[in-house]
């Protein structure tokens, strides 16, 4: 039983902090931020293979319990014509289907089975420095508090402070060259969308893409090309201004994607997308990043939080299958390193497209027609399959 110290509580580092757990382990999780279920508002889709991961350590059922199923996509263009529309992932098993659900609403539900397995997660432990020997890793706390173990995971995300000391002098995070909205409206398209449906509309100045829910507001989103947001426009644009900006960019086509965000409140929310370019450093002898830390991506492939479930699950193995920490480790990362960097690219060649370029769904990071996982990731996500 190796002890080991998650930095970061978020859905990397709690996925983590199960699947070591499963293996056998004893993590204890560091969360710079004080103890908090408050949803922040964003939402997410995940995918059928961060599905299968959080199988592996137990924990999709559930997951499976909040959110709702996405099972099919339709592709619109910007005159409101159907282009495609096919089935999502491994949409006839229920475990296995794409879901939507709030970002915070996914990390509160990992942190709930974390603590009903005994884990302990640790808040308003803010990491400031990390020192690293043959035979232990401890982690320094703001708070003045230390924790030693035989491994540091670092979970903690884009600007993560275990990056910045294990590889001070490679890439940080870096504008991907598009504004993200989100948002909730009042307004289902007519016809209503039917069940598990996610619309995406190739616009012709924004890739939009909205899910009606079985009970609630319809859940959208916009990616839109231009600069990075100045503090300024950040701090003074009013949730009401944004929407008459994107409102005035979707107008012009054929869809319901203007109606859908003219029926939007004040929960609205623009953000940059941001990537970590390749090629940074992931490990040492006792210390290993994962997630955002290690790979993250801009939004357009809809595979941040799957990738990170899939680095906990490999990450669990490798500890298992491999007899000392420095070559699971490297087993790690000669696993999933092509597989991160792979959706780190495909995500920024469709950032960098025109918005009616943007064919690809959620969570796929290879053709728009096949979202199923392969044989070989089947394998890799498999618990009872060892890792070689």
């Not at 009970?215 to 100045?230: E, K, M």
């Amino acid at each position: 039983m190796a002890r080991i110290v998650v930095v970061g509580g978020g859905i990397a580092g709690t996925a983590a902090a199960l699947a070591l757990h499963k293996a056998g382990h004893q993590p204890v999780v560091h969360e710079a931020h004080p103890d908090s279920d408050g949803d922040i508002g964003a939402f997410m889709t995940l995918a059928s293979n961060g599905m299968r991961a959080l199988a592996g350590f137990d924990a999709a059922r559930a997951v499976a319990g909040t959110g709702f199923d996405v099972t099919r996509m339709s592709v619109l263009d910007a005159t409101g014509t159907e282009l495609a529309s096919v089935p999502l992932g491994e949409h006839d098993r229920p475990l296995t289907r794409y879901r939507c659900l709030r970002r915070a609403a996914l990390a509160a539900v990992l942190r709930a089975e974390a603590r009903r397995r005994g884990i302990v997660l640790r808040h308003a432990a803010r990491l400031t420095g990390v020192t690293e020997t043959d035979r232990a890793v401890t982690a320094r706390f703001a708070d003045g508090s230390t924790a030693t173990g035989d491994l540091l995971v670092g979970a903690d995300g884009l600007h993560s402070t275990v990056r910045a000391w294990l590889d001070p002098d490679g890439p940080g995070p870096a504008y991907a060259g598009q504004r993200v909205f989100y948002g909730y409206s009042d307004t289902a398209p007519r016809p209503a969308a039917a069940p598990g449906l996610i619309t995406m509309v190739r616009g012709s100045a924004a890739a939009f893409g909205y899910l009606v829910p079985p009970a609630g507001r319809t859940h959208w989103f916009a990616r839109v090309p231009g600069p990075p947001l100045g503090p300024q426009e950040r701090d003074r644009t009013t949730p009401a201004q944004w929407r008459a900006r994107l409102e005035e960019l979707l107008r012009p086509d054929r869809t319901p994607c203007a109606d859908i965000v003219a029926a939007t409140g004040d929960d609205l929310m623009v953000t940059d997308a941001l990537h970590l370019p390749p090629g940074g450093r992931w490990r040492s002898r006792r210390a290993v990043l994962i997630g955002d830390a290690a790979h993250a991506a801009s939004p357009a492939t809809g595979q941040g939080a799957s990738m990170a479930l899939e680095d906990a699950l490999v990450l669990a193995k490798a500890l298992r299958d491999t007899p000392t920490t420095e070559a699971a480790l490297a087993r790690y990362e000669h696993h999933r390193r092509p597989r991160a960097e792979q959706n780190t690219a495909a995500s920024a060649r469709l950032t960098a497209a025109r918005p009616s370029e943007d064919t690809r769904p959620p969570g796929d990071t290879r053709r728009p027609t096949d979202s199923r996982p392969d044989e070989a990731l089947l394998r890799l996500l498999d618990w009872d399959t060892p890792l070689r």
